[in-house]
């Protein structure tokens, strides 16, 4: 059973204009999100993180909203760039008990993103 | 600063051979993960080390592979004898442990192909 789901596979979005990226969780328990963005043959790579106890952080382009009574959160990126390319990657963490399996990173499946010029 | 260092970036080999993986963390970094992820699949945990002492290793299927973090720095990850289906991407991650945040920094990863 996915913890963390990514329902859409791909989205394709003209220079420019806005992308936005979702992504749906189901353990109530989860306190802290990350979007990770990942080029082929390369490692993800950390983008922005926001807490449960927060509902917006911004960070440039990107901004990440939190609705956690719908168990939602969705990545923001205005003005998208062909170079913003990439895979994106939802994750979750419980942080409260660290220790165990609690404190291990839950990742969605992944939404590819292409920007065309 | 050096990021975290994966070797080989690629490695075919034949079933029921055996493979292994080698990672570098990010200097300082006291927490070190291996994971596996399958194609259109996110990363999944299959080991996670403070230090030198394996933390939570409940996703590790234990007959056929192992892990070792000698003096808290360094990992191997090894899969011995490989079967068909262990065909992926195995990344490694480093962290350093904050109550605040968890932000792992991964490799490159070794795309391993077994025939």
């Known amino acids: 059973d996915q913890q963390v789901k990514q329902n859409s596979p791909s989205l394709s979005v003209q220079e420019g204009r806005i992308s936005i990226l979702n992504c749906d969780y189901t353990n109530s328990m989860f306190d802290y999100f990350l979007w990770y963005k990942k080029y082929p043959a390369e490692g993800p790579t950390f983008l922005i993180s926001?807490?449960?106890?927060?509902d917006k952080n911004e960070d440039g382009r990107f901004t990440v909203f939190l609705n956690k009574s719908a168990k939602h959160l969705s990545l923001h990126i205005v003005p998208s760039q062909p170079g913003d390319s990439a895979v994106y990657f939802c994750?979750?963490?419980?942080?409260?008990?660290?220790?165990?399996?609690?404190?291990?990173?839950?990742f969605g499946k992944g939404t590819k993103l292409s920007v065309k010029p | 600063e050096a990021g975290v260092v994966q070797s080989p970036r690629y490695k075919i080999i034949e079933k029921k051979q055996p493979v292994a993986f080698w990672c570098n963390p990010i200097?300082?970094?006291?927490?070190l993960y291996w994971y596996r992820q399958n194609l259109g699949q996110g990363p999944e945990l299959l080991i996670r080390?403070?230090?030198?002492?394996?933390?939570?290793d409940s996703q590790l299927p234990k007959d056929r592979f192992s892990a070792e973090r000698l003096k808290g720095v360094d990992s191997t990850l090894k899969i011995q004898p490989a079967e068909l289906g262990d065909s992926a991407v195995y990344l490694c991650a480093s962290s350093l442990r904050q109550l605040a945040k968890n932000i792992q920094y991964f490799g490159a990863g070794t795309r391993l192909s077994v025939l």
């Open positions: 926001i807490s449960s106890i927060k």
């Open positions: 994750a979750a963490l419980r942080q409260m008990n660290y220790g165990g399996s609690q404190g291990n990173l839950i």
């Open positions: 200097s300082g970094h006291n927490t």
């Open positions: 080390y403070e230090n030198e002492e394996a933390v939570d």
